[in-house]
């Protein structure tokens, strides 16, 4: 070893200094909130293994300068190597993918195990429903780069063959299995229609979800579940200005500043007469459930201009709804099992579930059993 | 507790650092104490477990060094310290492994399997098992004295540096070190910089390149190019991720005065197996020549001998790493390499081609080696093979595996590994001299480690199973 003096104390100073003052630091600012310093905590609870991980998960995100400095990183490691986070990938032509949604394409499906396995946790509420007298629709969202996948990498300009393989083989396994699918897939990949998905945003454009709507409508009549109703409504243009929440997702403003929002032009539904905007009708014939693909410009900005409200201008009657984030595969099924009236009067069950939840499915693809019909 | 890691860095280690510097007595008592803390932080339960294996050896050391040198009872000892550790490894790391195979065999005769204990695996328990009956060895050798208290004893086995994964320190190595120790500035500060450059190294490196090899061992099938592109990183990710973790444990063990032995040394420059093997976990090639390939009989019973036991060494030191059959087939791999080497006098089939391509044909030839250790199962990494020689083809969405590999930032920090990883100086020697720009360079490594780190998901290393 050589070092001189100098050096070595100027290295082990640098370094305690950067070692202790960490803690200190944050242990000071967080007496001087008033707070009761957050390492403390350690001391309050058994040391179980799980009370250990969750004390270390608190002290991470408490630490002020992982707070401070996340951001920053994200924009280095963005702006120079080109990494979205962790959930993100950076695509072509600006733009971006939700990282499950290309590990779903890419990988291979598990054997589905207990509460993993779509095909029976479909069937079982198929059966449960059948027994009511009411018809499920099962309508799989394709994921975007399914439908864009030269958005992602070149490579796939002269691939000719379907991404997600996977999604097709279910939805034949479902149609031999006599249940009712409308295949989004095959209509988007096909379509001469542009834009169907947004750049910045793992959902489907305004134009996008109401040809999945128009398509779901016509399946729907063409199968007699549903006779066109009598309420009519009509479009109005309302376009809004957001970052998708790919961009968003990386939790970065330095990162978030270099986009300029994307234009997206959603047109609300109202009611042609009274000009009131779209609302469900809890009481309707046709339940709709569905995760974020319905959420998107029907909860959230502008409202009334999403799946459910284009669906009901093409019934030309109001539908329900039952829509959980990411929670399509099961959640929904146990708030409708919590609330059996929402099935009461119902003729059709839509159930729409983006396709990466066939394996990332929250809470899996439990079977859950209704209350007995009344 | 993950030494790359907020915990750690930031808590554990200043707190340690403090009390070992404040306190000039019982030193190693404290090394034990947070020890045990740093262990247990993974599961606490599995303290007792270290405990037990410690006593065992402690017991069994003590009845060997009080003994006769050939007397019964010194054997008995030995033969009880090895039962019950590699009892404790057989049973937590192997028994489900065993039950498996059983089933199949039932199964292959017809029968019905019958349902399989699950037992959770205690990480490093291959290395402090492998310690403490060091010990027990090392005394019924004669080669080391017996420990003069069960605390210096305890400390070895759980010394929280290399405690998880590696270097193996052997208790001869290590035994005068536990009773005096030189504590200097020039040591603190050098173990310093080089547990900044394994923090760096798994931190900027590793975690990097394991970021690209996941989805390409992970996907349902891939390009030719893409399972190179995949297996290179996963070459870089091994080597940076445990070399990494070697150097901050010596960093770590330099700082509380101790000396370890150097782990790896270049081992990508390698220009053949045997080369590799002198380079690659040198810990361990050490530790089975030493405990296993030396009383098996070595080189001294013949030629068909010496590569019987070089084989049968390397399937035991594949099985080490792992209870699947990957890591036997692994070590097969390596023992036939070694044994085909020995034969043609420690020379490669290939020892009279320039040096640059020995080290690129010893390179392809160890990367053809973790593809077995990356693939959980033979089936899969008979897949990965049929990738690599462009037998198959990408299907359905494994065509998007492009779009995560070739980005910029994919490409860039490829390269940078291979131009780390194929230097001859490496962290550990590179930390022997130390300038002001060096200083500076070492200071913004881990300030920009740290932020990253910030930003990472959390990612043990990958020894940390075995």
């Known amino acids: ?58 002290l991470d995100s408490a630490a002020w300068a992982i707070q401070r400095s996340r951001p920053w990183m994200q924009f280095v490691q963005f702006t120079v190597l080109g990494h979205a986070g962790r959930d993100t990938l950076y695509g072509r032509n600006g733009w971006f993918f939700f990282r ?55 490579r796939a300009l002269d691939h000719t063959e379907p991404m997600n393989p996977h999604t097709l083989t279910l939805l034949t396994r479902l149609r031999d299995a006599g249940v009712d699918v409308v295949d989004l897939s095959a209509l988007f990949y096909g379509s001469e229609r542009p834009g169907l998905y947004l750049a910045q945003d793992s959902h489907w454009s305004p134009e996008g979800m109401d040809y999945a709507a128009e398509t779901v409508a ?33 939790q970065s403003p330095p990162v978030e500043r270099l986009f300029a929002p994307e234009r997206v032009d959603s047109r609300q539904v109202v009611e042609a007469d009274s000009g009131t905007l779209y609302e469900d009708d809890p009481a309707s014939e046709v339940l709709v459930l569905g995760d974020s693909f319905l959420r ?53 069950v839509v159930w729409e579930f983006v396709e990466r939840d066939i394996r990332f499915g929250t809470e899996g693809w439990q079977i859950v059993p209704l209350p007995p019909a009344s | 507790m993950v030494f790359t890691s907020h915990i750690f860095v930031f808590y554990f280690l200043p707190l340690v650092i403090l009390a070992y510097y404040a306190v000039p007595w019982k030193r190693n008592l404290l090394l034990l104490f947070a020890s045990y803390v740093f262990y247990g932080w993974w599961d606490p339960r599995f303290v007792v477990l ?92 004669g080669e080391s004295p017996p420990v003069r208290s069960f605390a210096d004893f305890a400390c070895f086995v759980a010394l929280f540096p290399q405690l998880i994964a590696g270097p193996i320190v052997r208790y001869n190595t290590i035994a005068g070190q536990l009773v005096e120790r030189e504590h200097s500035l020039d040591k603190f500060a050098c173990g310093t910089a080089l547990f900044i450059l394994g923090f760096a190294k798994k931190i900027l490196l590793a975690n990097a390149m394991g970021a690209v090899a996941d989805p390409v061992f992970g996907a349902e099938s891939r390009t030719c190019l893409d399972a190179w592109f995949g297996l290179c990183a996963y070459a870089f990710q091994i080597y940076f991720d445990f070399s990494g973790y070697s150097d901050m444990a010596i960093g770590l063990g330099r ?59 390397m399937l035991l030191g594949g099985l080490w790493h792992g209870a699947s059959w990957v890591f036997v087939i692994w070590g097969a791999y390596h023992g036939f390499l070694l044994a085909f080497e020995r034969w043609r006098g420690k020379e490669s089939l290939y020892a009279r081609l320039p040096r640059q391509v020995r080290v690129a044909i010893t390179f392809v030839l160890v990367l053809f080696s973790w593809v077995l250790f990356r693939s959980p199962t033979l089936a899969e990494a008979g897949a990965y093979f049929q990738s690599l020689f462009a037998l198959t083809r990408a299907d359905g969405g494994s065509v ?40 500076l360079l070492v200071l913004a490594l881990f300030v920009f480690s740290l932020l990253t780190m910030f930003v990472q998901a959390c990612n043990p290393f990958l020894y940390f199973q075995f």
Not at chain 1, 330 to 348: G, H, I
Not at chain 2, 405 to 423: I, S
């Open chain 1, 1 to 58: 070893m050589q070092y001189s003096r100098p050096i070595g104390i100027a290295l082990t100073v640098a370094f305690l200094f950067i070692v202790f003052g960490m803690p200190l630091s944050q242990g000071v600012l967080e007496l001087a909130r008033g707070e009761r310093p957050h390492v403390l905590e350690l001391f309050l609870h058994v040391p179980t293994k799980a009370n250990l991980r969750q004390f270390e998960r608190e």
């Open chain 1, 100 to 154: 499950p949604g290309v590990q779903y394409l890419v990988e291979p499906l598990p054997a589905p195990g207990q509460d993993t396995d779509p095909l029976a946790a479909i069937l079982a509420f198929k059966a449960e429903l059948d027994a009511r007298g009411i018809v499920l629709v099962v309508v799989p969202a394709p994921g975007k780069p399914s439908i864009y996948p030269e958005q992602l990498t070149r």
């Open chain 1, 218 to 250: 016509r399946h729907l009549f063409e199968r007699g579940l549903v006779k066109p109703g009598g309420t009519e409504y009509s479009e109005r243009p309302a376009p809004v200005e957001r970052l998708g929440d790919l961009i968003r997702m990386m």
């Open chain 1, 296 to 348: 998107i410009y029907q909860l959230d900005e502008p409202g009334a201009a999403g799946f459910t409200a284009h669906l009901a201008r093409r019934l030309g009657r109001p539908v329900a709804s039952v829509i959980n984030d990411g929670g399509a595969s099961t959640l929904v099924r146990q708030e409708l099992a919590r609330n059996p009236e929402l099935l009461a009067n119902k003729r059709v």
């Open chain 2, 50 to 141: 270290m405990f037990l294996a410690t006593l065992a050896n402690y017991i069994c050391g003590g009845i060997i060094a009080r003994s006769r040198p050939g007397s019964g009872r010194r054997r008995a000892a030995l033969v009880a310290a090895i039962t019950i550790s590699l009892g404790m490894l057989g049973f937590f790391k192997y028994f489900v492994f065993l039950q498996h195979n059983l089933n199949a065999l039932v199964v292959w005769f017809g029968g019905t399997p019958f349902p399989v204990l699950q037992v959770i695996l205690p990480i490093g328990i291959s290395f402090f098992i492998f310690q403490s009956l060091s010990y027990s060895i090392d005394v019924y050798r």
């Open chain 2, 255 to 313: 700082m509380f005065g101790f000396e370890f032995l150097r782990n790896f040394d270049s081992p990508y420059l390698a220009d053949s197996i045997t080369d590799f093997w002198r380079r690659w976990h040198i810990s361990l090639s050490t530790f089975l020549r030493d405990y296993l390939y030396i009383p098996l009989g070595g080189n001294r019973k013949g030629p068909r001998r010496t590569y019987a036991n070089l084989t049968i060494v």
């Open chain 2, 400 to 439: 998007l595996l492009a779009g995560e590999l070739y980005t910029r930032g994919n490409m860039a920090l490829m390269a940078l590994c291979a131009l780390v990883a194929f230097q001859r100086v490496q962290a550990f020697d590179w930390v022997q001299r130390m300038s002001w720009p060096r200083l």
